[in-house]
C-alpha cells in the first residue's frame, strides 16, 4: 500500500523486499486518492524508476473539479465513475486517452511475450481478446514479470470493490502453489498443496488474545476440510484436543462457518495449548510445518509495577500479549534484579503499556534498564586478615596470608590456589578459605558488581587448635579478599555489544558520527546493492535509545541488531559515576 499523498516510504521498501525474498506475486495499491495533491502519475513514475518496467498501471483515475469521481480500466478500455456506492459507466476523458494509450501498450507487450503465438499477432498489428489479455496477465502476475498498480480512496470506500476484484482475476489461489511439511510418522515430506482429499492439517499462524472475546487461534487449512468438533492432534505440544465451533474473522468480529476447506483462512476459539507457528493434524497423520521466522526485538526497558498489589496480573496480562505478539520478549534479570521487556522499538513498548493500562487495567512504569558491570583488578597485592572472636567458651579464629592479582580470564571469577608449606593452615581449612573467595566475588567491594579474573592464592597463615574454625577462615578470607582487591587497583569493566547496522548508503556519514559520539569503534563496512553494512563495538550503556536514533537519522530505512562480545574497561568518568551511585549498595554488602 502507497499513500498517494507521501509517496514510496520505507515501508513499501520493505513489503517489496520480502516479496521478492520468498518470490511472491504482488499488487500495489495507490491510497488516499480523493486528497487534493495526492498524485497518482508521479507514484507511477516514481514506482517505474525504483522497480522498472515490471510496474505496470491497471487503472487510472478520473477527476472533475480536482475531486476523485471515477477510473478508467487500462484493460477492458471503460470508464468508470461512482454514484453513492454504484459504479457506472462513464466516458473516458480526453486528458486520460494519452496516458491510457502509454498503459495499454506496455500491457500488450508484457502478454505478447507470454507466447510465441501472442508475439507474431502482436507484430503482425492483431488486437487480442479481452479474456486472452486477462490471462496472459494472470501468468506474468503469478510469475512476477508484472506488478500490477490500482487506485482509490479508504476513506470513501473507492475502489477497494476493484482491488479484490483485480486480486481475485489475477493472483495465484491456494491451488495453484505448493505446501510442503514433514510427515512425523515416515519424516518424509508430506506434500499438502492445499488438496481437500488429503489428510486434514493446519498451521496457526497468529493468536489473538482480547479481555473481551477470550483466545483465537488463527489458522490456515493446509490440506483436508475441517468440521466443528473435530479432533486434532498438535505435535509442538503433543495434546490431542477437540476444537470446538469454527470461525471466520471479519475485522475482529468472530463469524461462525460449518467447514473450512483447504486454503481458506479461519480460527478456532479457546483451543488448548496452541501457539502460534504450531501445526494441527490427526493424531493418525501427524505433521509439522515450518515456523514463521519473526523478528529479533533488540529495544528493551525495565518494567515494574505502579501498584505492587498488580504485580501478578501484570504477569498474567504480559504472557497473554507474548502469545500474541512473538516479537515481545520478557527477560527475567536475576543478576541486576530487574523484569526486562524486549520489543521492536521504544513506540512498541510504549503501546504495551498503554494496552495493559487500557484493556487490562494494570499500570507499569518503564525505564531504562541496569547495565551488568563487572569488577577485576590491574595490579598485585599481598595482604593477611586475622579473625579473633572471644565471647565466653569456645571464639573464633582464623588467620590468613594472600596473594591476588589478574588472572587473565574474564570468563569465570576467580581461580584459587593454595601453596602452604609446613602446615601453617590445615589442610581442612582450604575449601573453607575458597568459600569465602567464592562469597566475595558475588559481590565485589568497588561497586557491589560480580568480580571476574582474579587469581587468589593462599600461601600462610595460622590457626588455633581449639578456636579455629571453617566458618572462621571463611570470614577471614572474605576479609582478605576485600582488603587485597582494594590494594590491587581495582577498576570497572563494561560489556561491548558486537552490532551490526545496516542503512542505505548516503546515511553512512551521519551513523559514523554518531557511533562515534557514543564510544563505538567501527571495525568492518561492506557495501552491497545500494547498502551499506557496518560492523561496529559499541558499549551496552550507549545501546539505549539507539533503535529511535537510528530510524531517525535513515528516515526509518536503518535497521540494527547485536549480540554480547566482552567486557572491557570502563572510561573513569562512567566508572566514577557508577562508584558513586552504587555506594549505598557496597556499604549494604559491608554491612
Known amino acids: 500500500v502507497v499513500n498517494g499523498k507521501s509517496g514510496i516510504e520505507v515501508g513499501t521498501e520493505k513489503a517489496w523486499e520480502l516479496c521478492e525474498k520468498y518470490k511472491l506475486p504482488r499488487f500495489i495499491y495507490v491510497t488516499n486518492m480523493d486528497i487534493d495533491n495526492a498524485s497518482y502519475r508521479q507514484i ?19 477527476r472533475e473539479n480536482e475531486h476523485f469521481v471515477g477510473y478508467v480500466n487500462v484493460v477492458s478500455e471503460t470508464g468508470n465513475r461512482w454514484q453513492g456506492k454504484d459504479v457506472v459507466p462513464c466516458e473516458i476523458p480526453d486528458y486520460n486517452r494519452p496516458n491510457l494509450e502509454i498503459c495499454r501498450e ?13 508475439m507474431e499477432r502482436y507484430f503482425g498489428g492483431e488486437t487480442f481478446s479481452e479474456a486472452e489479455i486477462r490471462a496472459a496477465l494472470r501468468t506474468n502476475v503469478i510469475d512476477g514479470s508484472i506488478v500490477p498498480v490500482s487506485m482509490g480512496s479508504n476513506t470513501l470506500c473507492q475502489g477497494v470493490y476493484t482491488l479484490l476484484d483485480d486480486i481475485v482475476k489475477y493472483v495465484p489461489s491456494p491451488e495453484d502453489r505448493e505446501c510442503a511439511g514433514i510427515s512425523l510418522k515416515t519424516n518424509g515430506i508430506f506434500q499438502a498443496d492445499y488438496d481437500f482429499a488429503k489428510p ?26 475441517l468440521k466443528p468438533d473435530d479432533n486434532m492432534y498438535n505435535s509442538d505440544s503433543d495434546v490431542e484436543t477437540k476444537i470446538g465451533k469454527l470461525y471466520v474473522l471479519q475485522g475482529n468480529k468472530p463469524v461462525e462457518v460449518s467447514e473450512l476447506h483447504a486454503g481458506d483462512l479461519g480460527a478456532l476459539a479457546k483451543l488448548t495449548g496452541a501457539k502460534t507457528g504450531d501445526t494441527l493434524s490427526t493424531k493418525a497423520n501427524p ?27 501484570i504477569s498474567q496480562s504480559l504472557q497473554k500479549m507474548t502469545d500474541e505478539d512473538k516479537t515481545l520478549v520478557l527477560v527475567n534479570d536475576a543478576e541486576n534484579h530487574q523484569s526486562l521487556i524486549y520489543g521492536m522499538g521504544d513506540q512498541h513498548l510504549d503501546i504495551v503499556a498503554s494496552r495493559l493500562e487500557n484493556e487490562y487495567k494494570v499500570k507499569i512504569e518503564l525505564s531504562q534498564p541496569k547495565v551488568a558491570y563487572r569488577e577485576t583488578i590491574r595490579k598485585k597485592s599481598d595482604v593477611e586478615y586475622k579473625y579473633k572472636k572471644q565471647s565466653g567458651g569456645h571464639g573464633q579464629y582464623g588467620h590468613v596470608k594472600m596473594r591476588f592479582e589478574a588472572s587473565g580470564d574474564l570468563e569465570s571469577p576467580y581461580v584459587f590456589e593454595q601453596v602452604v608449606v609446613g602446615g601453617a593452615v590445615p589442610k581442612n581449612y582450604f575449601p573453607a578459605v575458597e ?24 600461601y600462610d597463615g595460622s590457626y588455633h587448635p581449639v578456636d579455629s574454625s571453617e566458618m572462621a577462615f571463611k570470614v577471614a578470607a572474605k576479609q582478605a579478599f576485600k582488603k587485597g582487591f582494594l590494594d590491587a587497583k581495582p577498576v570497572l569493566l563494561e560489556p561491548i555489544a558486537s552490532v551490526k547496522i545496516i542503512t542505505p548508503e548516503e546515511y553512512t556519514g551521519e551513523i559514523m558520527g554518531d557511533l562515534n559520539k557514543r564510544r563505538g569503534r567501527v571495525m568492518n563496512m561492506n557495501a552491497e546493492n545500494g ?41 573513569e568518568d562512567v566508572a566514577a559515576r557508577e562508584i558513586e551511585e552504587r555506594a549505598g549498595k557496597v556499604v549494604e554488602t559491608e554491612e
Open 200 to 225: 486434514k492439517s493446519a498451521y496457526v499462524y497468529k493468536t489473538m488474545v482480547d479481555p473481551f472475546i477470550g483466545k483465537y487461534s488463527l489458522i490456515k487449512v493446509c490440506s483436508g476440510v
Open 435 to 458: 568459600k569465602g573467595i567464592a562469597e566475595a566475588v558475588q559481590k565485589g567491594p568497588l561497586a557491589a558488581y560480580p568480580v571476574v579474573g582474579v587469581k587468589a592464592v593462599l
Open 44 to 62: 507511477v513514475e516514481d514506482l517505474k524508476e525504483k522497480y522498472g518496467k515490471k510496474i505496470a498501471p491497471f487503472n487510472l483515475p478520473i
Open 531 to 571: 547498502y551499506q553494512e557496518i560492523d561496529a563495538d559499541l558499549p551496552y550503556l550507549e545501546l539505549y535509545g539507539y533503535n529511535t536514533q537510528l530510524r531517525s537519522m535513515t528516515s526509518g530505512s536503518g535497521t540494527f541488531s547485536y549480540e554480547f562480545a566482552r567486557y572491557e574497561q570502563a572510561p
Open 106 to 118: 506496455t500491457l500488450m507487450e508484457a502478454v505478447a511475450e507470454t507466447s510465441e503465438e501472442f
Open 287 to 313: 505433521v509439522a510445518y515450518a515456523k514463521t521466522e519473526f523478528s529479533k526485538p533488540y529495544t528493551a526497558k525495565r518494567y515494574k509495577a505502579v501498584n505492587k498489589g498488580d504485580i501478578d496480573k
